[in-house]
């Protein structure tokens, strides 16, 4: 089991945002060369830019790190705080469900200090599950953090992963 684990946004998360971002920011070039509205083209091009730091930005910010019994994470605003693994008072799993988007899994773990919320399609989040199970079963984690729901949807997620 590896005892270094990153849980992140992929680079496949900011696909569509980015080809938005593209496309609109090539017409506002084209529109602030070949014709005389170069206020609104300035105008939308800061506002692009705007939505390109509200987007982009939180998502690349955005980590969990486990190594041995210490996590680091840093928020989607960047703001960086770190707990051990004894600080942990509760990992809630919960799934939603949507007609048009289907089933979505996430994991919260709750300290003391705050919260980290994960989503089931994060790079390394199946590797998560299977380090959180491993220390559980070992008896680092204490066993009234998890659940017998939220053990069982853990181990989907590792077995996932595999």
Known sequence: MNDKITVRYGAGDLAVPLLILAF???LNVFTLIFTNMKALSILVLVLLAAYAAAVICPTVLFFLRAEGDRFYSSSRTGRKYDFRLSDIKSITCTERRNYKYGVKYFVEIRTADGSVIL??????FGELAAFLLE???SGELSSSVLSKKCREYLEQYASQSK
């Open 24 to 26: 609109f920011a090539a």
């Open 135 to 137: 220390k559980h079963s």
């Open 119 to 124: 989503h089931h399609s994060m790079k390394g």
